[in-house]
């Protein structure tokens, strides 16, 4: 009945002068669909504006701004600084470091979680037919966990004498370090943590993409004689090129965000060595330094937005 | 002969990925003297359960528990909601404005919520709403990769059904509602599971603007107690792991289906 009440205004905003023919009910047609689609549309762009749109450009407003924690109730009476924030943010010595850390948690962690998801991925495509929802559901179960409990747990596991890996390590005769304590292994006990978590996601990317695969690629190479390695390398890979793009942009979005690992974990220690910028950016936030923290998330958004744009254009060509 | 190597790698894989979580669910029965001990014991020596009792007595969890549960469902029964709505829109209605839409709508598909989380706080605190249930759900009741997911998932519905229904003279709304939404109950599931586990493991949000301890979620609660006074309870730690873990890992593996599918129609987790 609203559709009804609501075609002769539309109906007129689409044509105002009615023809006697079929059109006036071919537009009605679209004025009802119009109208029901803006009803439709209605609470999700409320929604939308206020809680998704709005912050993000509020957030690029208040990073211009001097807002602190004492404005928090008169938002809209703080002063302009220009650039001051990105400048005292690119100048500030910890914001470096969380920003070198960031970069090293992505661009080791990123490639390293994906080899181990396509070596899962042809693993269980080639070799692994019987029981293989068994296993693609096994290594997917860390994906769907909290990070705070998996980082909870890995505190433990990576403890230095009575953890689970210095244990196994214990066995083959390695002696272990005081992985989170550690300035050097810190960061790589993170990153280590990040790919066990999270590989089971691009695996099953990686896994529909193989099977997308026609089984004549492979035949057409076992008839020219290259090895299994050859065929792999050659054939599936440039194949998996659009999969091998998309999830590595998304991994690396999300890598480039890491924030409960150190939280849990580490707090950003030791001496920052796992201090990420998210996290940087939420003590500082925490300091009430509102616009220094919003210039930091903008850095951070430009950055992932730029890297996303270069991934796309870097693995389209060729 | 080649086959057996292949499926010890795997299950070697398996042992790795399941190890953690064996090990915490070992762990939440022993006493912290038993969790430091080295070397490390596998089973508990003499299981206790007074991690659990003291989590669900002393430690308030059940109310924290209460709280992400509560949480969840209610964005989750928004996304379903909203996102179906606008997903129809967008792939079935020829409105002025679609296009323009879709392009608003997958722009921030990537959006970080670090991005956005400041003026968020400062807008949810300017409404009242900080460090209660709606300041909690009211930023996650709408998702763009609802809106995604469920876009897609309606185009590839047939146009005759619409087209049959608006002889009979059925009301756009009525199409939507009781025509094609029920042939999207695949897609729902998918897009619910998903909501559902995103907004149970949810952190950054939930630390800002829970500010006391009755509003805290799990994830929050979890964290807090390891970083705070509580750091070196290793046992309760263990215990608070296993019921932030366990419900998701129960829900996944029933639905564990649906999760999967919902990759492969959109590509994203």
């Given at each position: 009945?609203?559709?009804?009440t609501?075609?002769g205004?539309?109906?007129?905003?689409?044509?105002?002068?009615?023809?006697?023919?079929?059109?006036?009910?071919?537009?009605?047609?679209?004025?009802?669909?119009?109208?029901?689609?803006?009803?439709?549309?209605?609470?999700?762009?409320?929604?939308?504006?206020?809680?998704?749109?709005?912050?993000?450009?509020?957030?690029?407003?208040?990073?211009?701004?001097?807002?602190?924690?004492?404005d928090?109730?008169?938002?809209?009476?703080?002063?302009?600084?220009?650039?001051?924030?990105?400048?005292?943010?690119?100048?500030?010595?910890?914001?470096?470091?969380?920003?070198?850390?960031?970069?090293?948690?992505?661009?080791?962690?990123?490639?390293?979680?994906l080899?181990?998801a396509l070596?899962a991925?042809?693993?269980?495509?080639?070799?692994?037919?019987?029981?293989?929802?068994?296993f693609?559901?096994?290594?997917?179960?860390?994906?769907?966990?909290?990070?705070?409990?998996?980082?909870?747990?890995?505190?433990?596991?990576l403890?230095?004498?009575?953890?689970?890996?210095?244990t196994?390590?214990?066995w083959?005769?390695?002696?272990?370090?005081?992985?989170?304590?550690?300035?050097?292994?810190?960061?790589?006990?993170?990153?280590?943590m990040?790919?066990?978590?999270?590989?089971?996601?691009?695996?099953?990317?990686?896994?529909?993409?193989?099977?997308g695969?026609?089984?004549?690629?492979?035949?057409?190479?076992?008839l020219?004689?290259?090895?299994?390695?050859?065929r792999?390398?050659?054939?599936?890979?440039?194949?998996?090129?659009?999969?091998?793009?998309?999830?590595?942009?998304?991994?690396?979005?999300?890598?480039?965000?890491?924030f409960?690992?150190?939280?849990?974990?580490?707090?950003?220690?030791?001496?920052?060595?796992?201090?990420?910028?998210s996290?940087?950016?939420y003590?500082?936030?925490?300091?009430?330094?509102?616009s220094?923290?919003?210039?930091?998330?903008?850095?951070?958004?430009?950055?992932?937005?730029?890297?996303?744009?270069?991934?796309?254009?870097?693995?389209?060509?060729? | 002969?080649?086959?057996?190597?292949?499926?010890?790698?795997?299950?070697?894989?398996?042992?790795?990925?399941?190890?953690?979580?064996?090990?915490?669910?070992?762990?939440?029965?022993?006493t912290?003297?038993?969790?430091?001990?080295?070397?490390?014991?596998?089973?508990?020596?003499a299981?206790?359960?007074?991690?659990?009792?003291?989590?669900?007595?002393k430690?308030?969890?059940?109310?924290?528990?209460?709280?992400?549960?509560?949480?969840?469902?209610?964005?989750?029964?928004?996304?379903?909601?909203?996102?179906?709505?606008?997903g129809?829109?967008?792939?079935?209605?020829?409105?002025k404005?679609?296009?323009?839409?879709?392009?608003?709508?997958?722009?921030?598909?990537?959006?970080?919520?670090?991005?956005?989380?400041?003026?968020?706080?400062?807008?949810?605190?300017?409404?009242?709403?900080?460090?209660?249930?709606?300041?909690?759900?009211?930023?996650f009741?709408?998702?763009?990769?609802?809106?995604?997911?469920?876009?897609?998932?309606?185009?590839?519905?047939?146009?005759?059904?619409?087209?049959?229904?608006?002889?009979?003279?059925?009301s756009?709304?009525?199409i939507?509602?009781?025509?094609?939404?029920?042939?999207?109950?695949?897609?729902l599931?998918?897009?619910?599971?998903?909501?559902f586990?995103?907004?149970?493991?949810?952190?950054?949000?939930?630390?800002?603007?829970?500010?006391?301890?009755?509003?805290?979620?799990?994830?929050?609660?979890?964290?807090l107690?390891?970083?705070?006074?509580?750091a070196?309870?290793?046992g309760?730690?263990?215990?608070g792991?296993?019921?932030?873990?366990?419900?998701?890992l129960v829900i996944?593996?029933?639905?564990?289906?649906?999760?999967?599918?919902?990759i492969?129609?959109?590509?994203?987790?």
């Amino acid at each position: 009945m609203s559709s009804a009440t609501l075609k002769g205004p539309a109906a007129q905003a689409v044509g105002p002068t009615p023809r006697p023919s079929s059109k006036p009910r071919r537009s009605g047609a679209v004025g009802r669909q119009t109208a029901a689609a803006w009803i439709l549309a209605l609470p999700f762009a409320v929604l939308f504006l206020a809680f998704t749109a709005g912050p993000v450009l509020g957030s690029l407003g208040m990073s211009f701004t001097d807002m602190k924690q004492r404005d928090l109730r008169t938002p809209f009476a703080v002063n302009g600084v220009g650039f001051d924030n990105y400048v005292k943010a690119l100048s500030d010595e910890t914001f470096r470091k969380a920003a070198f850390n960031t970069a090293y948690f992505v661009v080791i962690g990123v490639p390293l979680t994906l080899v181990v998801a396509l070596a899962a991925a042809v693993l269980l495509d080639k070799g692994v037919k019987k029981f293989q929802s068994l296993f693609r559901v096994g290594y997917y179960l860390p994906v769907v966990t909290s990070i705070v409990a998996v980082a909870v747990i890995w505190r433990f596991v990576l403890a230095p004498d009575s953890g689970l890996l210095n244990t196994v390590l214990g066995w083959i005769g390695i002696d272990g370090p005081n992985w989170l304590a550690s300035k050097t292994w810190a960061m790589p006990s993170l990153i280590m943590m990040a790919v066990w978590r999270n590989f089971g996601s691009a695996m099953i990317i990686f896994l529909a993409g193989l099977q997308g695969i026609p089984h004549t690629v492979e035949e057409a190479g076992q008839l020219d004689g290259a090895s299994a390695w050859k065929r792999f390398r050659y054939l599936i890979v440039p194949l998996l090129r659009p999969t091998i793009l998309f999830t590595s942009v998304v991994t690396g979005i999300g890598y480039l965000q890491f924030f409960e690992e150190p939280f849990v974990m580490t707090q950003g220690g030791p001496l920052n060595s796992t201090l990420s910028v998210s996290m940087y950016t939420y003590q500082q936030f925490g300091f009430g330094n509102y616009s220094l923290a919003a210039s930091m998330s903008y850095i951070l958004f430009v950055v992932i937005a730029v890297l996303t744009f270069l991934q796309f254009r870097l693995l389209r060509e060729k | 002969m080649r086959r057996w190597w292949i499926y010890l790698i795997a299950v070697l894989g398996l042992i790795a990925v399941a190890a953690p979580f064996v090990w915490m669910l070992l762990g939440s029965f022993k006493t912290d003297g038993e969790l430091l001990r080295v070397p490390p014991t596998w089973l508990p020596e003499a299981p206790t359960n007074g991690n659990y009792s003291e989590l669900f007595g002393k430690a308030n969890f059940p109310r924290y528990f209460f709280n992400s549960t509560l949480v969840a469902l209610v964005v989750t029964a928004g996304n379903l909601t909203f996102c179906s709505m606008l997903g129809y829109a967008l792939a079935k209605l020829n409105f002025k404005g679609r296009t323009p839409l879709f392009v608003l709508v997958m722009g921030t598909l990537m959006v970080p919520g670090m991005v956005t989380f400041v003026p968020l706080f400062v807008l949810v605190t300017n409404a009242g709403l900080a460090n209660s249930y709606p300041g909690l759900i009211l930023p996650f009741l709408v998702s763009p990769f609802g809106v995604f997911l469920m876009r897609q998932f309606f185009a590839g519905l047939p146009d005759d059904l619409m087209d049959a229904a608006r002889v009979d003279g059925t009301s756009e709304l009525g199409i939507f509602g009781r025509i094609m939404l029920p042939l999207t109950r695949p897609a729902l599931a998918t897009l619910g599971i998903l909501t559902f586990l995103g907004s149970w493991n949810n952190f950054l949000w939930p630390l800002v603007i829970a500010q006391t301890e009755d509003k805290y979620t799990l994830p929050v609660a979890l964290a807090l107690y390891s970083t705070g006074q509580n750091a070196q309870h290793y046992g309760l730690l263990m215990a608070g792991a296993v019921v932030v873990v366990v419900p998701v890992l129960v829900i996944f593996l029933a639905f564990q289906r649906h999760v999967t599918k919902g990759i492969a129609i959109t590509g994203i987790k």
